[in-house]
Nanobody
């Protein structure tokens, strides 16, 4: 079954860290650029970060630059998003996404940053 499954979300205090994972099944992630998106309540889904398939070049939204790091492990068919110095405004459901002839989204993982 072709799917993306996110994990690693949770409740964390401001300033804390989380590492999100996006595991692929049914196909190899190695050939695709992968993106992380997030959607906060009442807001539109927004792009957070993405990583290229080959040379590994990365992109970050200004709001997370310097705090988040995207990486890929093609051996384990998984993408990661290391999130440090988390802020309440990072609270959202986080999704991984890629396009392989059609849009493929994971089911999302909730990140809540609150004291």
């Amino acid at each position: 079954q072709v799917q993306l499954v996110e994990s690693g979300g949770g409740l964390v205090q401001p300033g804390g860290s989380l590492r999100l994972s996006c595991a692929a099944s049914g196909f190899s992630l190695a050939y695709y650029a992968i993106g992380w998106f997030r959607q906060a309540p009442g807001k539109e889904r927004e792009g957070v970060s993405c990583i290229a398939s080959s040379e590994g070049s990365t992109y970050y939204a200004d709001s997370v630059k310097g705090r988040f790091t995207i990486s890929r492990d093609n051996t384990n068919n998984t993408i990661y998003l290391q999130m440090n110095s988390l802020k309440p405004e990072d609270t959202a459901v986080y999704y991984c996404y890629l396009r392989r002839g059609y849009d493929l989204w994971g089911q999302g993982t909730q990140v809540t940053v609150s004291s």
